[in-house]
Nanobody, 120 residues
């Protein structure tokens, strides 16, 4: 099972980016999915999460600017980021709670991270 994140890049303040994260491999089902980020010299922090039913949760710092969504049929989670600020600069990691076909139960999986840089 793998998570592959993409969509990061360099953008000016006020701009937008859309991150995607696709799960692949022997996946039976996925429960929660989400995005975390880690800025240089700081701890990893939650950005947004979404349940299989579509319930969402956001960090206060991104509410009203970021939108998380998912396509269950494609094992994919998205993060639409609008009105980006320099303080949003970080490595963004996707996360999913996955039940693989070869093991019982659910396990946490992480993508490799995609870099978002916002210039002022």
């Amino acid at each position: 099972v793998q998570l592959q994140a993409s969509g990061g890049g360099l953008v000016q303040a006020g701009g937008s980016l859309r991150l995607s994260c696709v799960g692949s491999g022997s996946i039976r089902s996925i429960r929660g999915m989400g995005w975390y980020r880690q800025a240089p010299g700081k701890q990893r922090e939650l950005v947004a999460t979404i349940t299989v039913g579509g319930a969402t949760n956001y960090a206060d710092s991104v509410k009203g600017r970021f939108t998380i969504s998912r396509d269950n049929a494609k094992n994919t989670v998205y993060l639409q980021m609008n009105s980006l600020r320099p303080e949003d600069t970080a490595l963004y990691y996707c996360y999913a709670n996955i039940s693989p076909t070869i093991l019982p139960g659910y396990y946490d999986y992480w993508g490799q991270g995609t870099l978002v840089t916002v210039s002022s």
